[in-house]
């Protein structure tokens, strides 16, 4: 079965650009948002779309599965299937050592303003490097997961940790 180990984190400062390869422009919808045991999401990443389906996580594991689409296809499932606003963002990469890597959202839209940072992990326990750029972990929040961002936008916040 296959798999995601991932902590995600929000960000102190703007460091990380330094590091950063040019970002990708992510925009994805949610044919299922959580509600039931899973969530079931339609991406186009740059000029590829994929259809993943996450489990409902058990500590830092959940099961994840993910298979390319059409592009013509994502692009009709965004505009009918999808329920709640699309999630919008660029994604940066950068090396976390260890052959390990952070990937660094930086929300566009109704969810502009947030930056998080997540790092998948091969097992649990892990170690990595936090670098001074590293904020709260916010992994287990579920304001922050994409499919909740869809529902209730970064934008409503009343009070914003971020």
């Given amino acids: 079965m296959a798999q995601e180990i991932e902590r995600k984190f929000l960000l102190l400062?703007?460091?990380w650009r330094k590091y950063a390869a040019p970002g990708i422009r992510l925009k994805q919808?949610?044919?299922s948002n959580g509600a039931a045991e899973a969530t079931v999401r339609i991406r186009i990443a740059g000029e590829r779309a994929f259809?993943?389906?996450k489990s409902q996580a058990s500590g830092l594991v959940r099961?994840?599965?993910e298979y390319p689409v059409p592009l013509?296809?994502?692009e009709t499932m965004l505009d009918t299937l999808t329920s709640g606003h699309a999630v919008e963002k660029i994604r940066y990469s950068l090396p976390a050592g260890n052959g390990l890597v952070w990937e660094i959202d930086?929300?566009?839209g109704e969810n502009s303003g947030l930056f998080t940072a997540e790092i998948e992990l091969p097992a649990e326990d892990t170690p990595f490097d936090r670098p001074?750029?590293?904020g709260a972990e916010i992994t287990g929040d579920f304001r922050y997961a994409n499919?909740?961002?869809s529902v209730k936008p970064f934008s409503t916040w009343r009070e914003k940790n971020a």
């Fill in 13 to 15: 400062s703007e460091e």
């Fill in 29 to 31: 919808g949610y044919l």
């Fill in 51 to 53: 259809l993943t389906v």
């Fill in 63 to 65: 099961a994840e599965f």
């Fill in 72 to 74: 013509t296809d994502a």
């Fill in 106 to 108: 930086e929300y566009l």
């Fill in 132 to 134: 001074e750029w590293l």
């Fill in 147 to 149: 499919s909740a961002l």
